[in-house]
């Protein structure tokens, strides 16, 4: 049994990599450059950093690359790269795709397989980039009487959706793309959006095994979502505020509030996977025994994109869970107060505080994504019947006594203003 | 052009019952296969009341091959290889009856190494069948460490069958007469090893899978067979033995060396679908203790094989001859008319009997556990239509 792939040379390896990047600066120079100077040439930039952005300047800034350095440091203020890069949207998308590769390789170790292993020479580690390409180039088909508006809409309202969770999550002190005061209140209003869409496209597909999915996923959803609320509403109480930000920070004052209130971490760790659908709770999509659910009709990009948006919002609930019990950002300080870099001195770029922040949040935040992760290998798929019972019976009046826990903390004294433990 | 309309006319003056739905109808009508992935090679239709099943039809026949007729075309050595099709991961127990039955109307005795050898291969492939049984019961419930890890194990057995007969799946080993050749040298060392390793592996089954309380949550209690039921249903295998009847051929009406070897009948009373599900594990269980008995009773030289001529033919007669294989009671009626080719071969499988019990346990159960009872069953599609 070929076990590893027969013609791996480390060599070659590196050989492949230097060909590519003399591709790309061929490319750059030849096709790039002009396109950029066609571009300053006609159309007027607004100044950045007191300086106007000039085909001289952007000649001076190739020789001398320490010069964009201010260009990068305003844009890192500006709205669009907290959209777009962090802690918007690509942060989240690139922990979703590896989450996905971490989930597969995870995955087969414990079932003694090897997974995904040829693309991308080490490990399959473009394995998703190849799976990624296959969903594009397949056909889409739509079932005849299918509901096509509502067909088409229903994926890219998933996706955005879920990067509309993502907007609302602090990821470190000022990286947040929405600091209101509803923060919480906000992300639940969000989430309450899914079954809705989940049912519309099963509804949509005119099929059905896809109806029978939808009504499980919306039975499923609001069986859940109150022991969710009732969960993170102790946290509310013990913070005293719904506002994300102000709720790591009354953590840092104090003490992660998973040691107070182990047991409404636990109800929202499994409302969550209830949330995600996630094995043991992924009845709207129970393979053997409604095919694939709501997803049934789905093909090529519309099923991509739906699984995408279910990482990102994975990552996003995953992140809720951290800034809600594991105190956000909040860990001992690893990186020095100034850095010295050789050849570009990217000192102004560096914050030492962000830094730390986003290294721990980033490493809680993919500790919980594994967590979440780790029922699937070991667990059966729950009946519908017991999910319903374990939802309004069971996880509702573990929150509850949580709720009593967090009022006595802050009666007795010992936590919220001037309380004991309150540093 | 023919408009829906006019089909649904046509279909009605041929007399077919096509009901259809309208939008106010409180049943919905689900067509489970033959592309279900929950299903197999087989379909059945089923009506809900929400999350209830109140109906099901079981419509086989979508693999039908037509081996009892094939075998009336060719002699009874050459029936052999087709007749291992319908089960190939039991290939061994498919034709080990067949095989018996043949040497009844022949004539002819088997040496007792022979004995202990097909009864061993039997074994292995009781096993092989089993591992994937399980697997399948395992994904079907959501469990997909326990589809890897029975199908990784699987090549166990597959590996010593390959060793035994030169050939993965299908064997074609059990011969009238006795088995096609001798075991390979080494290889009572290795199958005790191998075998040593499996029971280990069987415990840690137990943990993941068979101990779990959401597996226990969703089939204990479900679709019960009572002990009378089962008896008016017919059923077969580990169905009928987890209904709390130990009824076992290897025990009823031993064959070949079965009455010599010390096991014991596994058999649970409460008849549910944990119950349907466990059996066959027990039964694994009991398989290895057999395996081991047969590799240290079995006489260490001679014969494996009575000479036969080249193309056996006995006297007009009729014979039927069973064995226990891995769905149950697996029997051969054969009729010769004194000529080499057999004048008619009847296959009787434990599957289809299995499969006749599955309206009566469906029906009242949730839709969500239609796989979990269907695969309890111990059904395969492919030999309940031959």
Redesign the interface.
């Given at each position: 049994m070929a076990t590893y792939p027969q013609n791996f040379r480390f060599g070659e390896f590196v050989g492949s990599l230097i060909w590519l990047i003399l591709w790309i600066l061929i490319i750059v120079t030849l096709v790039g450059l002009p396109l950029i100077f066609i571009v300053l040439f006609y159309i007027p930039l607004p100044p950045i950093g007191n300086q106007v952005l000039t085909p001289y300047l952007f000649l001076t800034m190739m020789v001398d690359p320490s010069r964009t350095i201010p260009i990068i440091h305003q844009l890192m203020t500006t709205d669009l790269f907290r959209v777009a890069m962090f802690p918007g949207f690509t942060y989240a998308a690139l922990i979703a795709a590896v989450t996905i590769f971490v989930e597969r390789k995870f995955l087969a170790k414990m079932q003694l397989r090897i997974g995904p292993l040829y693309a991308g020479k080490i490990e399959g580690i473009f394995q998703l980039i190849a799976d990624g390409l296959k969903l594009i180039a397949k056909e889409i088909i739509v079932p005849s009487g299918a509901d096509k508006p509502m067909f088409w809409a229903a994926p890219i309202m998933f996706v955005s959706t879920a990067a509309a969770v993502v907007a609302l999550i602090p990821a470190a002190p000022g990286y947040v793309v929405a600091d209101t005061d509803v923060g919480l209140l906000a992300v639940f209003a969000i989430l309450g959006f899914f079954p809705l869409i989940a049912l519309l496209f099963a509804w949509a597909s005119n099929s059905k095994y896809p109806f029978i999915g939808g009504l499980r996923a919306l039975h499923q959803m609001i069986a859940f979502e109150i022991p969710f609320i009732l969960s993170a509403l102790s946290v509310v109480i013990l913070s005293g505020t719904l506002n994300l930000t102000g709720i790591v920070d009354s953590q840092i004052q104090s003490y992660w509030f998973i040691f107070f209130l182990p047991i409404s971490a636990f109800v929202f760790y499994i409302s969550s996977l209830a949330e995600l659908e996630r094995i043991p709770f992924d009845l709207p999509e129970a393979e053997s025994e409604i095919v694939a659910g709501w997803l049934t009709e789905t093909s090529g990009m519309i099923y991509g994109l739906l699984q995408l948006g279910s990482y990102v919002k994975t990552y996003a609930l995953a992140a809720l869970f951290v800034v809600l019990f594991l105190g956000g950002w909040a860990g001992p300080m690893v990186f020095p107060p100034q850095i010295q870099t050789p050849i570009i001195n990217i000192a102004p770029l560096y914050d030492q505080q962000a830094a730390n922040a986003t290294l721990w949040f980033t490493l809680k935040t993919f500790g919980v994504i594994m967590l979440m992760l780790l029922p699937r290998g070991i667990s059966p798929r729950i009946r519908i019947d017991i999910l319903l019972h374990t939802g309004w019976y069971k996880l509702i009046v573990l929150a509850f006594i949580n709720i009593f826990v967090a009022l006595a903390l802050i009666y007795g004294g010992i936590l919220g203003p001037g309380g004991l433990l309150v540093r | 052009m023919t408009s829906l309309e006019d089909k649904f006319e046509e279909s009605k003056k041929l007399g077919l019952q096509i009901v259809r739905e309208t939008e106010d109808d409180r049943l919905?009508t689900?067509s489970v296969g033959p592309q279900?992935?929950?299903s197999g090679h087989f379909r059945f239709t089923i009506k809900v009341d929400g999350?209830y099943i109140v109906y099901c039809d079981p419509d086989p026949g979508y693999v039908h091959r037509g081996e009892e007729k094939m075998c009336e075309y060719r002699n009874v050595i050459q029936n052999i290889p087709h007749l291992e099709r319908p089960v190939i991961h039991d290939s061994n127990n498919i034709t080990y009856s067949y095989s018996l039955a043949i040497e009844e109307l022949v004539g002819i005795e088997v040496p007792r190494r022979g004995q202990y050898i097909r009864a061993l291969a039997s074994e292995l492939n009781r096993q092989v069948y089993t591992l994937y049984w399980l697997a399948i019961y395992?994904?079907?419930?959501?469990?997909?460490?326990?589809f890897?890890?029975p199908t990784?194990d699987r090549e166990l057995f597959i590996d010593l069958l390959e060793a035994l007969t030169g050939a993965r799946v299908t064997h074609a080993f059990n011969i009238p007469g006795g088995v096609r050749n001798d075991i390979p040298d080494g290889f009572k060392d290795r199958c005790v090893r191998q075998v040593r390793y499996f029971q280990k592996r069987l415990k840690e089954y137990e943990d993941?899978?068979y101990n779990?309380p959401?597996?226990r949550?969703?089939t204990e209690g479900v679709a019960v067979l009572s002990k009378e039921d089962a008896v008016k249903l017919g059923v077969a295998g580990s169905v009928v033995r987890a209904s709390g009847i130990p009824y076992d051929i290897r025990k009823a009406e031993p064959y070949d060396i079965y009455n010599e070897i010390d096991f014991k009948v596994q058999y649970m009373k409460t008849g549910d679908c944990f119950a349907r599900s466990y059996v066959p594990f027990l039964d694994m269980k009991e398989s290895c203790y057999i395996i081991e008995q047969l590799l240290d009773k079995m006489p260490q030289s001679g014969e494996v094989r009575a000479k036969l001529q080249p193309n056996p033919k006995g006297p007009p007669g009729e014979a039927y001859r069973r064995v226990e294989s891995g769905r149950g009671a697996l029997g051969y009626y054969v009729v010769s008319d004194g000529t080499p080719k057999p004048y008619r071969v009847k296959i009787s499988v434990g599957s289809f009997r299995n499969m006749l019990a599955l309206p009566y346990l469906l029906v009242g159960q949730?839709?969500?556990?239609?796989?979990a009872v269907y695969w309890s069953l111990n059904y395969w599609p492919v030999e309940a239509d031959r």
């Open positions: - | 919905m689900l279900h992935p929950g999350d395992g994904i079907f419930l959501g469990h997909s460490t326990m890897m890890w990784g993941i899978f779990m959401l597996f949550q969703r949730k839709l969500a556990d239609m796989p």
